[in-house]
């Protein structure tokens, strides 16, 4: 049984490292606050002090954390993981970065004899709790085939799109389309309000059709119960889609869909709020609009 490091308990990260116990997966964890490390160690977890002492303890370790210059930070770091690095461990990123700092990365960390896999995730809290994730990676094949067994203790679907940095060049494709779903239903919704029909309704008309998509069938009916509570925080769909954004700069090309949508949640940002689920863009349509869908 592989043994197995988690740095970076928050949201999702810490329901992912919570599979990889009661998949049986002897675990080390780290996190800047305490209190996620010393709820899985109530359940079982070893805690470390430093990236660099987790990694030296296990044979895989893996980070989640909020950005690139996170996990430059982390990896690469004083006391990262590359300080405690040894031959024959795996490295596993499930956070969202640019390709080319996830390139950067698996360079430096070759050098110590680690193999990387930039593995970004989609599915949501939903799915971190759930082991029902989608895992797109990228990296050498040897070292994913060495990480499947907790990879699937972790999600359902495991695809491997190419070399490093393939995994986040998928990711950012990934967010592309969340937004532009995100976006789209909240114009939906509030465009049947204002129509005078019942977006209920409209939603259970369309979903079965053309339209159908995991945004119509999860989110819709959380936002007509007034919740709009993270499942995936509007901040971090905005820090996403600005490495999309920064991403399709360096290769020279306009994504013109999704630049408007980068400027949707800026907007929502800047109008606080940035902690409630992306899906909550629906409220700078109501704003732009007048409508509310709950009035």
């Not at 660099?52 to 930070?73: H, K, R």
């Not at 040897?142 to 990879?151: G, Q, R």
């Not at 800047?270 to 007048?290: F, H, K, Q, R, Y």
């Amino acid at each position: 049984m592989l043994k197995v490091g988690y740095i970076g308990l928050g949201l999702m990260g810490k329901s992912m490292a919570r599979n990889m116990l009661r998949a049986g997966f002897p675990l080390v964890v780290h996190n800047r606050s305490r209190g996620a490390v010393n709820e899985l160690a109530a359940q079982g977890a070893s805690a470390a002090n430093s990236p660099a002492e987790a990694a030296s303890q296990v044979d895989v370790i893996f980070t989640n954390l909020p950005d690139t210059p996170d996990v430059e930070l982390v990896v690469l770091g004083k006391n990262g993981i590359i300080e405690g690095a040894h031959q024959g461990l795996v490295f596993v990123d499930n956070s969202t970065i640019k390709p080319a700092a996830a390139r950067r990365i698996a360079e430096k960390l070759a050098a110590k004899g680690v193999l990387a896999l930039d593995a970004p995730v989609s599915g949501g809290d939903i799915g971190a709790r759930d082991g029902t994730l989608s895992i797109m990676v990228g990296g050498p094949a040897e070292a994913l085939e060495k990480v499947m067994p907790v990879f699937t203790a972790m999600g359902k679907t495991v695809t491997h799109v190419g070399e490093a940095g393939a995994g986040q060049v998928a990711k950012a494709a990934n967010q592309i389309m969340v937004a532009a779903q995100m976006v789209a239903m909240g114009e939906l919704l509030v465009f049947s309000k204002k129509a005078g029909v019942d977006p209920r309704k409209v939603v259970e008309a369309i979903k079965g059709g053309a339209a159908q998509c995991w945004t119509l069938d999860v989110k819709p009916p959380r936002l007509f119960a007034g919740n709009r509570n993270p499942g995936f925080k509007a901040r971090m769909q905005l820090k996403d889609l600005e490495i999309v954004m920064d991403s399709a700069a360096d290769y020279g090309m306009p994504l013109p869909s999704a630049a408007l949508d980068t400027r949707l949640f800026q907007e929502m940002i800047g109008m606080g709020m940035g902690e409630l689920d992306n899906s909550a863009v629906l409220g700078m349509i109501e704003e732009l609009t007048g409508v509310k869908i709950l009035d």
